[in-house]
């Protein structure tokens, strides 16, 4: 029960992860570092090698991981190196190489590096969710019309004599209509061609879907893999502790960490822990200047910092409670968790997850007062 829970605290938020790329790492079309996922890696090659490309793979796994990232990483090596088989010369006039390929990496001066980096290259289409043009944001479904566009592309001819690839992205935000529409490529699909559906939650993809497709499962990255990537976002803005904590509660997901940095998501942890730090008492005055400055308009990524770091904080408390250890091993934080764990029972602890993750997920959908939003959080931890 725990796990269910706790899971996927993030994973309901669509907009999570829409960020705008720093220095030293860049959005997945662009990018050239794409770290962990070896096994992943070794996969595709070995099917490559032996002729066994499949015509759909389905990449699955948390949001922010480099699902994105590797999927491009594979199309830019198939388009780089064209059919496996084929006696023809690479896509430049290349002698097809005789040693088995050992990386999928594609240098950054290839000309498929830049054609797809550009969003050029005439064998590939990436289908994301369309901007919503009375809200100016992104839509929350991928809609039929926009996967309608898969089909007629699959089965033109490739442009360059190699392979044709499709990345969908968001792909289990799709209706049932629009992965209706994706059935018929699905079960006459043209040779040489890969669809590349990447789906944070798969349980969201219909099951004729899943069995046409071979699923790939992603894992969270590592410590390390999360510290190099941490290194190439903010360099030495962070301090030791401060990237230890970024890391804890990105949970693996680089993107999720990003978007944490990004939108001072270690100041809105400092500020919830000194409001819970006279608990059981709530500073009431203080939460209601908190809730006016993160429900003022404009204030959009202040309140997902605020929504991100609040579960984390209670699911970490439900997890240290469940495994009798201490919250953090950090001083500053173990008086206050330590003392907020042993005021409610696991159950009760268990509930609050459970009420938070639904009174968000609700204010997200209904669009509710964000003001109003913040208030009721702390009301969860303060009537049990």
């Known amino acids: 029960m725990l796990d269910s829970l706790l899971d996927d605290d993030y994973e309901q938020n669509s907009e999570s992860y829409n960020i705008t790329p720093l220095e030293g790492l860049k959005e997945p079309r662009h990018s050239d570092v794409c770290l962990g996922h070896q096994n992943i890696e070794k996969q595709i090659l070995d099917l490559y090698h ?34 496996k088989d084929s006696n023809q010369g690479g896509l430049f006039g290349d002698a097809l190489p005789t040693e088995p390929l050992t990386t999928l990496d594609v240098a950054k001066d290839d000309p498929v590096f830049s054609k797809i980096a550009a969003g050029g290259h005439p064998d590939l289409i990436t289908i994301e969710r369309a901007i919503d043009p009375r809200k100016g944001t992104i839509k929350e479904a991928l809609d039929v019309d926009t996967a309608r566009k898969v089909t007629p592309f699959l089965r033109m001819t490739p442009s360059e004599g190699g392979w044709r690839v499709v990345i969908i992205d968001d792909a289990d935000t799709m209706n049932r209509n629009a992965q209706n529409a994706l059935l018929k490529i699905l079960e006459e699909p043209p040779k040489n061609t890969l669809l590349i559906l990447i789906a944070h939650r798969i349980g969201a993809m219909i099951p004729t879907i899943r069995s046409r497709c071979r699923t790939m499962t992603f894992q969270s990255l590592s410590h390390t893999d999360m510290d190099k990537l941490l290194d190439k976002v903010a360099g030495a803005a962070l301090s030791g502790d401060q990237k230890a904590m970024i890391m804890a509660m990105a949970e693996g997901q680089i993107g999720k960490a990003i978007d944490l940095y990004e939108n001072e998501g270690l100041e809105t942890l400092q500020s919830l822990i000194a409001l819970c730090a006279s608990w059981p008492d709530m500073p009431w005055v203080d939460i209601h200047h908190l809730a006016d400055q993160i429900g003022r308009a404009g204030q959009e990524n202040a309140y997902m910092a605020f929504e991100q770091s609040f579960l984390w904080m209670t699911s970490t408390m439900t997890f240290a409670k469940a495994k009798g250890e201490n919250a953090l091993q950090k001083p500053l934080y173990q008086g206050v968790f330590s003392s907020m764990m042993a005021h409610y029972s696991l159950e009760q602890w268990l509930n609050i997850c459970e009420n938070l993750k639904e009174h968000f997920e609700r204010a997200r959908y209904a669009n509710l007062d964000k003001r109003q939003a913040v208030l009721a959080a702390f009301s969860y931890l303060d009537a049990n």
């Open 50 to 83: 032996n002729g066994q490309m499949p015509h759909a793979v389905i990449f699955s796994g948390p949001r922010g991981i480099g699902k994105s990232t590797f999927a491009f990483r594979t199309a830019r090596f198939l388009l780089k190196h064209g059919l």
